[in-house]
């Protein structure tokens, strides 16, 4: 069977283990805002001989997947015990109120995208480095002790140059 169509790689089978989570992997990855439309899942569906309720199973088992468009940049902040009491709720609300959602709430919805694509803010329960407490994720960096000064500063730098 033929699966280049979606996972552009000529090299994998679908009875392979772990096709399909390639196919996902690989799909995410050539999407322009890192994300899996519900298109594609259909694709990847119907190449690997799959039904589409088991492939958005797995597309929503990993966290690394992302049903919406995604920000060019992405910010995790922990919201995990060690990183709330040395005060993520405000990096968290800080970097909302920034971003123009001054109203996100993490128990309402997982995360945020700005409008212009420039930015997705969602949190995480915990990064495994609570010693270096409040710990954010910026475009995969991890950042810690993180104040909201330091927060400010690597917005403000982001945004001047998504403004370039
Ligand atoms: S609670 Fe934030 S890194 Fe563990």
Redesign the pocket.
């Known amino acids: 069977m033929d699966t280049s169509t979606v996972t552009r790689s000529p090299t994998i089978k679908n009875d392979e283990p772990g096709a399909l989570l390639t196919a996902l992997e690989e799909a995410q990855g050539a999407s322009e805002y890192k994300y899996l439309s519900e298109e594609t899942m259909r694709s990847i569906a119907e190449s690997h001989g799959e039904p589409l309720s088991r492939v958005y199973s797995v597309a929503t088992f990993y966290s690394y997947f992302n049903l919406n468009p995604q920000g060019k940049h992405t910010i995790v902040v ?1 919201r ?5 009491t040395r005060g ?1 709720l405000g990096l968290l609300r800080e970097a909302a109120a920034r971003l123009g959602f001054p109203d996100f709430r993490e128990d309402e919805e997982p995360s945020f995208t700005t409008d212009d694509k420039q930015f997705t803010v969602r949190t995480v329960a ?5 010693a ?4 954010v994720s910026i475009d995969g960096t991890i950042y810690s002790r993180v104040t909201q000064g330091k927060l400010i500063s690597i917005l403000d730098g982001l945004k001047k140059g998504a403004a370039k």
């Open positions: 922990c995990g015990t060690a990183c709330h993520s915990c990064f495994g480095q609570c270096l407490a409040p710990v």
